[in-house]
């Protein structure tokens, strides 16, 4: 067991783990955060997706102790990001989800899809957004709602 | 003309065929031996062996899985593609929302069997050893890529040695973790060291590499 | 018309006990509504509820919301939508305070038609539709009725709108501020229901309650729930089904910090061990560290190509017959030059729905409460019930919002929430969350049942089939279950034939029959069922036949539909017409293919515009039509066959197919084991509704049959190939 510091979404919080326990469930467990999803367990599916210093990273698979100082952002941080922001209401307008389990993964890496390529092409959504998996296969409505969200954020 | 000089003409430049095969035919397998093969004959042929080790480590899963033609990495002993459609991006450090480094760490993470390493990302194209079929070039083809200065970033032989020696990412493949299964992945099929030393045989002989395709 | 009903996999659970609370629960009542008569008491055995009360559906509160009890689990189908709708219609609700739940088991929540409380079959909106629009009706009539009585007028002076009542000379009373009075009032034993013209929300496209709530990662989901003192339990399970502990060494596990508990429990078949642990990752860690000894002795060991070899040969033999309609024999009279044989294999299908498995069961010796993404709320209060040795009206039942189920929470043996129920039973008191990881989901069974098939077709010299011979081999989904009785005929399990044997073509002389063998690995339904396969085959075929006469696969279909079969005609030519112009203007190295199949009461049609990358099928643009009579939430629709298609692809994928090696499962997670992703599905689908005021049928399951076919049929004109194998490995 070990203590650890952790930027999430902006606050600090201290957790006394097994440095190998992932971040997924550090998130879930310890912080009691459950907007992050367990779907597989290695890093197949996206559904445990969050931002670790800004770069998507699937927490299921990064155990605590790599984490250091970096900030991490979960989906209930996503409202007070205006990408977050404009990404979660495109989803809703959409009406995209359907069981909504692999949402919060998705979102978080359409997140990260608009942050660092304001105006996707066709190409570059199916690319960036190639490797979450969503069983009900909300993909069609999920292709729409990025190119929606991407006209709203200017 | 005398009969005697057309039949010069004739076989001269048959055995000038022969003189040049010779040479191909003994360059490519290096020279077997002999009481008359001098001492520089010997160093090349050293070098070639300590390249065909070097070939080796390269062209072992822990390595080669990075240096693909592919716009896509390589995972597993059999090399298959890398799953959950990761894929090379302009710079070979994936895409937006799927960057290797959203899953691989700058170490090992043995818990849940993800290899990591500083700055993991994909060899560029110009460092592939691999075919577009995923099928390992050959030991000519790959030594030739390996000492080309225009595609190497501007790497000698010495600068080679070092690498072999000390990147973190060369340095990976002999601790290369768990896999999610738990069991502990393969190694090259030389030690470090082993490699290390077929590196500095091979740059001593200046680097030679095999003849053919 | 067959209906396929939900149905249980094998297991040899303690029957006598089990098959008495299913006949009180479930078994009489099956019999009755699988032969459409009204749901009667059986002797044993209660009746469902025919009268549903409105207070045990709707609530209004004081601040002006309105609970809506949803009798279904939300599993992304949209029913904490649509349902709510069709009440809140006939209540004349305002739409805007309207809060869905979901019911808890209770008979009262029982599927109407089917009398027990699930979701499957396709039949959420088709069996609730009228009870949720009388729910609203009465709940109307009585808000009215206090209103009258307050104001001394007659009810027929009074109107609704919004949450309001209006009487006459400009009163009017808000909903809240009228319902404890309403709830006073004698529920009506009949009410008018809505003419179709005055709905104000059935029929049109209601965006889903449920999205904001899934967007920014507050939705529970079952995985998420946490209480007071909750533990988290695993189960190692046995490498081959049905085998048992020997004996297990726990001392590496037991040093974990964590770690409350490791005994060995009995499952369905076999037994495993179980950790408790105070966190998943701890509890999962200490199973990685188990060292167990496995009896399998006397194990069956299936293995998959073992079984090939076994089904190939029982599809060259007739089977058990489902149809036998005309002269079989006629078959061999048609010449060779106009005779087609082809053989089809399908794998086992995993269903993995994005939400692992996982149930929760606090036992106090005298009740217990469970909650549990379930679709099968009876059978696993009942499950439950009877390990911890309660009635099952002593197990308080929530339902949890499931991440998907595709029939993998319809398990009758509910071997899930039984595992739950075992460890609670041992920590009593303890509030216990079992979780399945992932590899425990991918290796654990239940799978969609592998499938030969042989078919033998004589085309008449019209170029349409005369004789059609079709021999299917797959495990039963009930044989050996109480359900046996109802479901299988003349030997031969209904949904293995189904898209089969009620194929809508007209074909004069045709022989389906079946072989259900016994394997020593569990099945279960899988989205659509016995359509996954036998429409495939159908589809498949058809369109062989065409491209053999020449003749448009859409008009073949066309020509060969039976006249009655009014839906699935006018599906087809609303798909044609809505795809004509893309069809007809395909770029290079792309070709168009058809399929259409009606189950579950809903006919589809369906085309796909398919180009080849990077050696697997790209599905550029689907365009869907259907028929499911009344389309209650249009936008719910779209939604259910833009996901249904996409999720039928997971028929064609490359790993789409579990295996089996020396009684092993050879696939572990989704890297061996890989549904679609977003580069697999199609890129876009268009769906469009043929209009119908007919009664509501079923949108879950329909879709997902006529895709595979589709796009196969597509790749049959880009290649040449005819492709019978699932899954597609090569193209």
């Given amino acids: ?154 | 003309m005398p009969a005697n000089y057309r039949l010069l003409l004739l076989v001269f430049p048959l055995m000038l065929i022969v003189f040049v095969t010779g040479i191909g035919l003994s360059t490519r397998a290096g020279i077997v031996g002999g009481d008359n093969v001098s001492a520089a004959d010997a160093k090349l042929a050293d070098g070639l062996a300590a390249w065909e080790q070097v070939y080796s480590v390269l062209t072992s899963p822990r390595c080669i899985n990075c240096h693909t033609a592919t716009d896509y990495p390589q995972q597993g002993d059999d090399r298959h593609r890398h799953f959950a459609n990761v894929i090379r991006g302009p710079e070979g450090k994936g895409v937006p929302a799927l960057n290797c480094v959203g899953c691989h760490q700058t170490a090992n993470a043995d818990s849940t069997g993800v290899p990591g390493g500083p700055d993991w990302h994909l060899a560029p194209l110009s460092m592939r050893w691999q075919d577009s079929n995923d099928r390992p070039l050959s030991s000519s083809a790959v030594c030739r890529t390996v000492t080309d200065r225009s595609r190497n970033e501007n790497m000698d032989g010495p600068a080679l040695l070092k690498h072999h020696e000390e990147a973190a990412l060369v340095l990976w493949a002999w601790n290369p973790g768990r896999r999610p299964d738990g069991t502990m992945r393969t190694l090259p099929p030389l030690t470090h060291a082993a490699f290390v030393a077929a590196t500095r045989a091979w740059v001593d002989a200046g680097t030679p590499c095999p003849r053919g395709r | 018309m067959l209906r396929s009903l939900e149905t249980c996999s094998e297991g040899s659970v303690n029957r006598r006990s089990f098959l008495r609370a299913s006949a009180v629960a479930a078994g009489g009542l099956m019999v009755s509504l699988y032969l459409d008569l009204p749901a009667v008491a059986q002797e044993g055995g209660p009746p469902p509820p025919k009268v549903y009360p409105p207070d045990a559906f709707v609530h209004v509160r004081p601040d002006g919301k309105i609970l809506i009890t949803v009798n279904r689990l939300e599993f992304g189908q949209g029913v904490q939508t649509s349902l709510p709708m069709i009440l809140a219609d006939e209540m004349d609700a305002d739409w805007s305070q309207v809060v869905p739940e979901l019911a808890p088991a209770a008979d009262v929540y029982k599927d109407p038609l089917f009398g027990i409380q699930m979701v499957g079959g396709s039949g959420s909106i088709a069996h609730s539709f009228t009870q949720y629009r009388e729910l609203g009706a009465k709940t109307r009539a009585m808000l009215i009725a206090a209103a009258a009585d307050r104001w001394h007028v007659s009810p027929d002076q009074c109107r609704t709108e919004n949450s309001v009542v209006y009487g006459p000379t400009g009163k009017s009373a808000r909903y809240a501020e009228l319902a404890n009075h309403a709830a006073r009032q004698p529920v009506p034993e009949r009410v008018r229901l809505k003419n179709p013209s005055e709905f104000r929300l059935i029929g049109k496209k209601v965006p889903r309650l449920d999205s904001r709530p899934k967007c920014d990662g507050s939705q529970k989901f079952g995985l998420d729930l946490d209480l007071p003192g909750l533990k988290v339990a695993v189960v190692a399970h046995p490498p081959v089904f049905g085998g048992r502990v020997r004996m297990f060494d726990d001392k590496e596990a037991r040093n974990l910090a964590g770690v409350k508990d490791v005994f060995e429990i009995p499952l369905v078949k076999g037994s495993g061990v179980a950790v408790v642990a105070d966190k998943f990752w701890t509890a999962k860690q200490a199973r990685d560290r188990l060292k167990i000894d496995w009896d399998l002795s006397g194990v069956e060991l299936a293995d998959t190509s073992q079984l090939w070899i076994k089904f190939k040969q029982l599809a060259r033999t007739p089977g058990g017959v489902a149809v036998a309609r005309g002269d079989d024999n006629s078959l061999d009279r048609i010449p060779a030059a106009r005779r087609i044989i082809a053989e089809y294999e399908f794998p086992y299908l995993a269903h993995t729905p994005m939400e692992p498995l996982n149930a929760t069961v606090r036992f106090e010796g005298n009740k217990a409460e469970a909650w549990v993404p379930s679709q099968f709320q009876t059978m696993d209060q009942m499950a439950i019930a009877e390990v911890l040795g309660l009635k099952p009206e002593q197990v308080t039942f929530h339902t949890e919002y499931a991440g998907g189920g595709f029939g993998r929470r319809a398990v009758i043996d509910s071997h899930v929430q039984r595992e739950a129920a075992m460890i609670a039973r041992r920590l009593r008191g303890t509030p216990v969350k079992l979780v399945w990881t992932r590899e425990d989901d991918v290796r654990g069974g239940y799978y969609r049942p592998m499938h030969a098939h042989r078919v033998e077709i004589g085309i008449g010299a019209d170029g349409m089939p005369a004789a059609w011979r079709h021999v299917i081999v797959g495990q039963s989904l009930v044989a050996g279950t109480p359900f046996a009785a109802m479901l299988i005929k003349n030997g031969v399990d209904e949904t293995t034939v189904e898209g089969v044997a009620d194929t809508n073509y007209n074909i004069p002389n045709l022989h389906v029959s079946a072989h259900n063998p016994t394997v020593n690995v569990p099945v279960l339904w899988w989205r659509s069922v016995g359509n996954t396969h036998n429409a495939f085959v159908m589809e498949t075929l058809i369109d062989e036949l065409a491209a053999r006469a020449r003749v448009d696969p859409i008009a073949y279909r066309r020509k060969l539909l039976k006249p009655e079969a009014k839906k699935l005609r006018a599906a087809l030519d609303l798909m044609a017409e809505k795809s004509a112009a893309w069809r007809n203007n395909l770029p290079r190295g792309h070709a168009a293919g058809i399929s259409c199949h009606e189950c579950f009461g809903t006919a589809v049609a369906c085309a796909v515009d398919v180009s080849i990358e990077n050696k697997r099928p790209k599905i550029h643009r689907a365009t869907v039509a259907l028929d499911c009579g009344l389309a209650v939430n249009p936008l719910t629709i779209e939604s259910q066959f833009q996901g249904g298609l996409g999720f039928g692809v997971t028929q064609l994928m490359a790993q789409g197919a579990i295996t089996l090696k020396d009684g092993r499962v050879e696939q572990r997670n989704f890297d061996g084991y890989t549904p679609p992703y977003i580069v697999d599905a199609p890129v876009t689908v268009d769906v469009h509704i043929v209009p119908s005021t007919e009664a509501p049928t079923g949108c879950g399951e329909p879709p997902v049959p006529v895709i595979s076919p589709a796009v196969v049929n597509a790749l049959a004109k880009l290649t040449g190939k005819r492709y019978r194998s699932l899954p597609l490995t090569s193209i």
């Avoid at chain 1, 952790?6 to 606050?11: R, S």
């Avoid at chain 1, 990273?57 to 990064?62: A, D, F, I, K």
């Avoid at chain 1, 605590?64 to 952002?73: A, E, P």
């Avoid at chain 1, 995209?96 to 990260?112: D, F, L």
């Fill in chain 1, 1 to 154: 067991m070990a203590t650890y510091q952790l930027n999430v979404n902006g606050q600090t919080k201290q957790v006394n783990v097994d440095p190998s326990t992932p971040l997924l469930w550090v998130l879930r467990e310890e912080l009691k955060m459950t907007g992050t999803k367990y779907g597989c367990g290695i890093s197949a599916c996206g559904a445990c997706t969050v931002h670790l210093a800004g770069i998507a990273t699937r927490s299921c698979v990064v155990p605590v102790s790599l984490i250091g100082d970096r900030k991490i952002t979960t989906i209930e941080g996503m409202g007070q990001d205006p990408v977050g922001r404009a990404v979660q209401n495109a989803w809703v307008e959409k009406d995209v989800v359907q069981c909504g389990y692999c949402q919060s993964g998705q979102i978080m890496s359409a997140v990260a899809l608009l942050k660092a390529t304001p105006k996707p092409t066709d190409r570059n959504i199916e690319e960036s957004m190639g490797g979450n998996l969503c069983r009900c296969a909300t993909y069609v409505r999920i292709r729409e709602a990025i190119k929606s969200a991407a006209e709203q954020v200017t």
